[in-house]
Structure formats: C-alpha cells, structure tokens
Nanobody, 122 residues
Framework: QVQLVESGGGLVQAGGSLRLSCAAS????????VGWFRQAPGKEREFVAA????????RYADSVKGRFTISRDNAKNTVFLQMNSLKPEDTAVYYC???????????????WGQGTQVTGAS
C-alpha cells in the first residue's frame, strides 16, 4: 500500500525556518513527481511547490518564491520543503502528494499524506 507521511511542522516565530519531510513507503519515490500543498482553516487547499522525479525541475507558487525550496533525496525515499522567512500567512496544514508535474502547476493523484501543521507566529 502507498503511504506518504509528512513531518517537521511546528510553531515558529515570524522570520524563522522549518524543514518539512515527506517520507514514502509502498512505492519507489524516485519514479514519481511530488508536490506540496497547504490548507488553512476555512480556505481551499492550494499549490505550494513541485519537483520532478529526478529533481531536475522545480516550480513554486508566487506566494512562496524566494522563501521556500523543494528538494529530494531519492536514496532515502524522501522529499523536503525548506521554509525560510516564515510569515503568519504561511500558517496551514501542509500535505505532500505523488502526482504529475507537467500538468502545470501540478496534478495531484489520490495519494495524499495526513499533513503536518505549520504555524508562523507574529
């Protein structure tokens, strides 16, 4: 069975940093594109960042460009989201998904993780 598990969230002061991890089991992550999404209370889930299977191409939402960096370590079957200069507006539950990079910005599949909470405190 495919399982994605997000971790690394927490409460951070404005301007601080966190690194989120998306660990996969039940599939070879190196063969799949991966996207990060987030959902704040009362808001729709929105695209954050995406990376191709080999890490050669990345894509970011305008709201996080220059602050967030997506990367992957296929040997560890893990994708990361480095989040710098965090703002209160970044507060949300962050989810990863195994989907399709070339349907811009990212076409998610049914394979979602359970999410990890990120809170940017003022």
């Amino acid at each position: 069975q495919v399982q994605l598990v997000e971790s690394g969230g927490g409460l951070v002061q404005a301007g601080g940093s966190l690194r989120l991890s998306c660990a996969a089991s039940g599939l070879t992550l190196s063969s799949n594109d991966v996207g990060w999404f987030r959902q704040a209370p009362g808001k729709e889930r929105e695209f954050v960042a995406a990376i191709t299977w080999n890490g050669a191409n990345t894509r970011y939402a305008d709201s996080v460009k220059g602050r967030f960096t997506i990367s992957r370590d296929n040997a560890k079957n893990t994708v990361f989201l480095q989040m710098n200069s965090l703002k209160p507006e970044d507060t949300a539950v962050y989810y990863c998904n195994v989907g399709h990079y070339y349907s811009s910005p990212f076409r998610p599949s049914e394979h979602w993780g359970q999410g990890t909470q990120v809170t940017g405190a003022s």
